[in-house]
């Protein structure tokens, strides 16, 4: 398991914990729980780089302690 953290700039500093061959989808599922936004709603992103739904962790190299800027869209 590793922890990643998403941090949506407005005071909200989400950690959660998940699988590396988690998908980017099911990493915005478990956010939208604990938020209560709809995981549709949400973008994922890094520097200029938008994260993709169906593409794993692993693929993306996201590693424990990595930091998501959240935004909702």
């Not at 500093?13 to 061959?21: E, F, G």
Request: glycine share 8%; charged share 30%.
């Amino acid at each position: 398991m590793i922890e990643v953290l998403a941090n949506d700039r407005l005071g909200k500093k989400i950690k959660v914990k998940c699988l590396p061959s988690d998908s980017i989808g099911d990493l915005k599922k478990i956010i939208s729980l604990q938020i209560g936004t709809p995981y549709d709603k949400l973008i994922l992103k890094k520097g200029n780089s938008v994260y993709k739904d169906h593409i794993s962790l692993d693929d993306y190299e996201v590693h424990d302690g990595f930091n998501f800027e959240l935004y909702y869209g």
